[in-house]
């Protein structure tokens, strides 16, 4: 049990902030995370979500407030922490002159994994994310979504309390990130604990129990998905009420990422609408 009374807390954050010198990245979030839960991380860069990741990952330490992980302080106990969780960073890091299976089979050694467990496991996995028959493969012949597939499946060689996950899809085209949210919907089944960061409401959407938006270091809204989605123009990060059409339009048009990342599309933020506009002018505007 937590310092909080519940036993279910995977992560708990209190006032928690990061700064890099005189920038403050994060500045102030209240999250929590319960066993079992799909929660979303939903922004676009530069909003905060990757640096708490990595607080949460037990990697960055915290500049402030106050943070527990499976109810452990990441300052004193990093390494029991890191041993229990599951990461897929945001840019693939396996290893290129190894196998796909050999990759698998390399990094669950490094948790101390005996060896016909590791390989058990590793085939297991493979045959979860649909890799079986590209074991032997080199990973350079590996196509992209096929690479994030094999990130996942490492990520999941150690069966982690808690998986996180930093913009899994990013940079995938639509086939390829369908049939990776099959595999994250069908761990979500499995009852796995997902942390997830992603520009995307219809990732957020299919994926997530809980969705905070993020904007300039602060959690600005956070619900469920459908509360999220079916809150009223006026009420919310809407296009037609945080900035003219024209400026929507022309946003689109330059910045195809956009149509998913912008704030048009991150509604339920209960906030007066000059500062829905200053917000979205100083995250979006300056990139127009």
């Known amino acids: 049990m937590d310092e909080t009374g519940h036993d279910d807390l995977m992560v708990s954050a209190r006032q928690l902030r990061k700064s890099f010198g005189s920038f403050e990245a994060v500045k102030g979030i209240d999250v929590d995370v319960r066993r079992g839960e799909a929660f979303g991380f939903l922004g676009p860069n530069g909003a905060g979500k990757s640096s708490t990741m990595r ?46 299976f050999d990759n698998l089979y390399v990094y669950g050694r490094y948790f101390g994994i005996p060896r016909a467990e590791v390989r058990s496991r590793a085939h297991d996995l493979l045959e979860f994310v649909q890799l079986a028959e590209r074991a032997k493969a080199k990973v350079d012949d590996l196509s992209g979504g096929m690479k994030r597939r094999l990130t996942i499946a490492r990520s999941l060689i150690n069966n982690p309390d808690l998986l996180l996950l930093d913009e899994p899809t990013t940079g995938l085209d639509p086939q390829a990130r369908h049939l990776l949210w099959d595999r994250l919907f069908r761990l979500k089944q499995q009852g796995v604990t997902l942390v997830i960061t992603t520009h995307y409401m219809d990732e957020a959407e299919r994926l997530c129990d809980e969705v905070a938006v993020f904007a300039q270091g602060r959690i600005v809204s956070q619900g469920s998905p459908p509360s999220l989605i079916n809150v009223p123009t006026g009420c919310a990060f809407h296009p037609r009420c945080a900035f003219e059409e024209r400026t929507e339009g022309r946003a689109r048009r330059e910045r195809p990422e956009l149509r998913e990342a912008a704030p048009g599309h991150l509604v339920a933020c209960h906030l007066p609408v000059e500062e829905r506009r200053r917000i979205f002018a100083e995250e979006i505007g300056p990139k127009l």
């Open 55 to 100: 607080m949460i990952a037990a990697v960055s330490p915290v500049s402030g407030g106050h943070l527990r992980i499976l109810g452990l302080d990441p300052a004193e106990h990093g390494s029991e922490i890191r041993a229990r969780l599951g990461v897929c960073p945001q840019e693939d890091t396996l290893d290129t002159e190894l196998s796909v």
